[in-house]
DNA sequence: AGCGGATCGTACTAATTGGTATCTTTATAA
DNA sequence: TTATAAAGATACCAATTAGTACGATCCGCT
């Protein structure tokens, strides 16, 4: 307990790791992980191989990190809606929509989580297969307590949660952001095409962007 | 035009490259595509490497047809039951129990194609994504004039198209055939959460394995 | 101004693996 | 029985690349 402050160096530590992740993220999201040279990573960076193995312990590593920040978002997401306390239906009307931006704004680095799984050390992967059962339990069991209420009409809250994901997952293999339809109106559109599923009244369309 | 019939010698060929293929297809499916060793396949199939260099050209052919086999499942289910002749909402209660059977049936070639889209040579992913396209494109094609019909309930069919590819698509990385559900039930009630995002009053569940 | 230490670039190694040249074996036909 | 040709196994090569040892450089501190 000697020096709780951080310190300078901390902060620049923090913001090299922070610049490398970013522009793996990019590479890797371009030419895939195997494909991708740490040397390329070092060249969008403009840095070369060494300054990378400062921070990072190993190719791995990096894409590690990469996948759990993806499924880490969409985690927040449902976490905050539940601790919310309402009931299932206003629960998911404030959920889909944040979930919606959550994935359009991490796309790169979910549709990494989603290709690069058997390139991932087996304990990563263990760790990361964790986080998305979490994530689905929770959308399932905020389904299922609806379906109990009667607020929301669905028949398999299981089937139904990964209908969800899937649908909103997708988005990460076709949603151009230089397409006709700006971030906002496609996930408004997608939020609605969710809600819908779920035969639930509270129709979300006013929420995005808030 | 000598000799069309075909010989012992061609069934013979084609019989081991469908072997090949589904080797290739179970081998790439569990340790991604760049961590499988063509000695992998080939100790898979009993064989050696130029066993299979006799029959595909390179390691890039073995991946680009199993990819495309994926994709052409799907697409002849729907030019299937546009063939029909039928609605809007005829067509799509015959399509989507067959799309989510065909999808559970080829999970693994489909999850391939998913997965190692970056490790296509540029042609292929051309290739491919061409046939994505137009697979799409026919659906969207159905949601418009179901919509104008007034059969079915969606605002943006484009972005309804891709949450139900969305939707079916993902059973590849949850659907476990060792789990409690069969894929018939999984098949059913996958097929009536996609018609009930429809809104279209045709439900599908006793067409599942017709 | 000069020193010390961490940081990053240069240059290299070791291991993997797609693809191939060559040889052996086997089945068929005369 | 023997010639022939094709299929497949053995053994190899060349290229790629994750990771590292070492040295240069630059910054803060005295």
Redesign the pocket.
């Given at each position: 307990m000697a020096n709780v402050r951080k310190t300078i160096?901390d902060e620049v530590a923090a913001f090299?790791r922070e610049r490398t992740l970013a522009a793996a993220t990019e590479v890797f999201y371009e030419k895939g992980y195997t494909?991708?040279?740490?040397?390329d990573v070092a060249e969008r960076l403009g840095?070369?191989?060494?300054?990378i193995?400062?921070n990072f312990g190993?190719?791995?590593m990096l894409l590690a990190e990469i996948c759990a920040s993806g499924v880490k978002g969409a985690l927040n997401e449902i976490e905050a809606a539940v601790a919310l306390g309402k009931g299932p239906a206003d629960t998911l009307s404030t959920f889909v929509p944040r979930y919606v931006e959550a994935i359009i704004a991490t796309r790169k680095a979910i549709a990494i989580n989603i290709r690069e799984e058997k390139n991932l050390l087996p304990e990563d992967a263990a760790t990361l297969s964790g986080l998305r059962q979490k994530f689905v339990a929770l959308v399932e069991d905020v389904l299922r307590r609806g379906k109990d209420l009667g607020e929301i009409d669905v028949t398999d809250p299981r089937i139904s949660a990964f209908a969800i994901v899937g649908a909103v997952s997708w988005l990460t293999f076709w949603y151009n952001p230089e397409g006709p339809l700006h971030a906002e109106e496609v996930a408004s559109r997608m939020s609605d095409v969710v809600l819908n599923l779920l035969g639930s009244d509270a129709k979300a369309t006013s929420t995005v962007g808030a």
């Open positions: 160096g090299k494909n991708t040279t740490l040397d840095v070369t191989k060494p300054f193995y400062k190993s190719k791995h």
